[in-house]
């Protein structure tokens, strides 16, 4: 069965073939526009905005702190109880340096915000600090996609790989719209490679 949806698809797969195309069409947007250049980087604020614009068309929950427990596999993302202590804390974070800006972003995914779309809207999120703190960004076209995903499912208990990884594909093309339409290709979908298992509140 696919989530609820404001396109009426009731097909899971048709359902992901329509929001790429969309969500890809609206990144695109996003970066051509300039809008994300005037979003503060590194607010749970931001981020919600991001994925806001990105899946608005797609979902009712868009930009929505989600309302159900999350897991993949045998990980539980924040305890819907805790979630908003997290990302108020995820705000206070510093995010001056490399090592920083990752610890912040490891943070943010352990959060998962979001009922869907985290691993692309938190990408684009990233992307942002890096530029305005930085003036880098990571060029996704140098991260191996399974190196990535086993060191983000590692990040939790040691960063120290996920940090090699990104820090490794740092570069100063930060105007590069090939460069960000990548991280959110869907390679990189966290969201393709395990299914989420949710607990609706009763």
Do not use: C
């Amino acid at each position: 069965m696919a989530l609820e949806n404001k396109l009426g698809i009731i097909n899971s797969a048709e359902l992901a073939r329509e929001e790429e195309k969309i969500s890809k069409k609206k990144a695109l947007e996003l970066f051509e526009t300039g809008f994300l250049d005037k979003l503060e980087a590194g607010t749970y604020k931001t981020l919600a905005d991001i994925h806001g614009f990105l899946f608005g068309e797609i979902y009712d929950f868009a930009g929505k702190t989600r309302t159900v427990n999350l897991a993949k596999g045998n990980f539980r993302f924040a305890p819907l109880m805790y979630l908003q202590a997290a990302l108020e804390n995820i705000d206070h974070m510093p995010q001056s340096t490399f090592d920083e800006i990752i610890e912040k972003y490891v943070e943010m995914n352990i959060a998962h915000p979001f009922r869907e779309g985290n691993g692309r809207s938190t990408r684009i999120w990233l992307d942002l600090m890096l530029k305005k703190e930085l003036h880098q960004v990571i060029d996704w076209n140098q991260v191996d996609k399974e190196d990535y995903l086993l060191a983000m499912e590692r990040s939790p208990i040691r960063d120290i790989e996920i940090k090699h990884i990104l820090k490794a594909a740092l570069t100063e093309d930060i105007n590069n719209r090939d460069i960000y339409m990548k991280g959110i290709d869907t390679s990189y979908y966290y969201e393709g490679y395990m299914i989420y298992k949710t607990e609706d509140l009763k």
